[in-house]
């Protein structure tokens, strides 16, 4: 059984910083592209950041610069740092899983097979 498992939301002022972490379970996690996705009050998910089984990485416009996307193999654990905080990346944040198809960096959310519970980040001005 696949677990996906998100933590380090919360809620902090613009500018500031914040650490997403994402624990797998249930699959061979380096054989997947992980991801993280979000999803803001009225608007539809929107994919963040993905990470290829190679370590290739694929940003969306609105946080390239900002936003770091990592994972340790060895804790079958994903990250996103997340810095300099905008009020409009104030969403919810979802880990996601989908089985890669190396070398392209799938980036849409049809090809993400395993998702998180989500994790609250709200950024206030």
């Known amino acids: 059984q696949v677990q996906l498992v998100e933590s380090g939301g919360g809620s902090v002022q613009a500018g500031r910083s914040l650490r997403l972490s994402c624990a797998a379970s249930?699959?061979?996690?380096?054989?997947?592209?992980m991801a993280w996705f979000r999803q803001a009050p009225g608007k539809e998910r929107e994919g963040v950041a993905a990470?290829?089984?190679?370590?290739?990485?694929k940003y969306a416009e609105p946080v390239k610069g900002r936003f770091t996307i990592s994972k340790d193999n060895t804790k079958n654990t994903l990250y996103l740092q997340m810095n300099s905080l905008k009020p409009e990346d104030t969403a919810v944040y979802y880990c996601?899983?989908?089985?890669?198809?190396?070398?392209?960096?799938?980036?849409?959310?049809?090809?993400?097979?395993?998702w998180g519970q989500g994790t609250q980040v709200t950024v206030s001005s």
């Open positions: 990470i290829n089984i190679d370590g290739t990485t």
């Open positions: 249930g699959i061979t996690f380096r054989t997947y592209t």
């Open positions: 996601a899983a989908g089985p890669a198809r190396w070398p392209y960096v799938i980036f849409a959310e049809k090809d993400y097979n395993s």
